[in-house]
């Protein structure tokens, strides 16, 4: 069964400064991890994914995530957060079975 | 052109009311979904359909009815609805409906049980 974990559900960090969002999954097969953002009162629109190949995968936006099998994780990052970053972002997890498995969110706040 | 639509953004209705939701995407996508999000909530999935045919029923109520009438156009038809089902109702599309793609979302329709 597959399973993921958002650590935190509000991170707040200053305009300038590093984002990192965690995620840690779980799965008994390869899995294929998304990061997808929420904008208030909108849909969610995808900011980058893994499926096989480089570990290091960069998005839109400026936003990096890398696969590590080993920690089980693919946070997310940004080098300079800006104001239009406050989102939500949701963590996503697919298996080979179809199952696709929703982190429960994070808020992500930026201090001027 | 990379844009699902959802008609209306916004609805209210009694709990003896039939309505219906409706979402299109010219992306020539072949799998469609149906998505209800509570506030603060991640979405949930509620049905997929693959081919215009329904792949996936997440043992939503009967009161939740989908359609696919073609490849473009996914509806979900709703009666006799409860209050704990306002929510926001996203439709997304994919490609073909496998796990490593890309899922497009629509802006959602805002749902108001009275």
């Known amino acids: 069964a597959q399973s993921v974990t958002q650590l935190g559900s509000h991170v707040s960090v200053s305009e300038g400064a590093l984002v990192l969002l965690r995620c840690n999954y779980s799965?008994?097969?390869?899995?294929?991890l998304f990061w997808y953002v929420q904008y208030p009162n909108q849909g969610l629109q995808l900011l980058l994914k893994?499926?096989?190949?480089?570990?290091l995968v960069k998005g839109i936006n400026g936003f990096e995530a890398e696969f590590k099998k080993s920690e089980t994780s693919f946070h997310l990052t940004k080098p300079s957060a800006h104001m239009s970053d406050a989102a939500e972002y949701f963590c996503v997890v697919t298996g080979r079975d179809d199952k696709i498995i929703f982190g429960k969110g994070t808020r992500l706040h930026i201090l001027p | 052109d990379t844009e699902v639509t959802q008609t209306p953004k916004h609805l209210v209705m009694g709990m003896t009311n039939k309505k219906s939701l409706k979402c299109e995407q010219h992306?020539?996508?072949?799998?469609m979904y149906w998505y209800k999000q509570k506030a603060k909530k991640p979405p949930e999935l509620m049905f997929v359909y693959s081919y215009e045919k329904l792949s996936i029923n997440e043992s939503v109520p009967s009161r939740f009815s989908p359609e696919c009438p073609n490849s473009s156009l996914l509806n979900l038809h709703l009666h006799a609805l409860q209050p704990e089902d306002s929510a926001l109702y996203l439709c997304?599309?994919?490609?073909?409906?496998?796990?490593?793609?890309?899922?497009?979302f629509g802006p959602g329709t805002r749902l108001l049980v009275l």
């Open positions: 992306m020539g996508h072949r799998a």
């Open positions: 997304a599309s994919s490609q073909r409906g496998f796990s490593g793609e890309t899922q497009y």
């Open positions: 799965s008994s097969v390869p899995p294929y």
């Open positions: 893994y499926t096989t190949g480089a570990t």
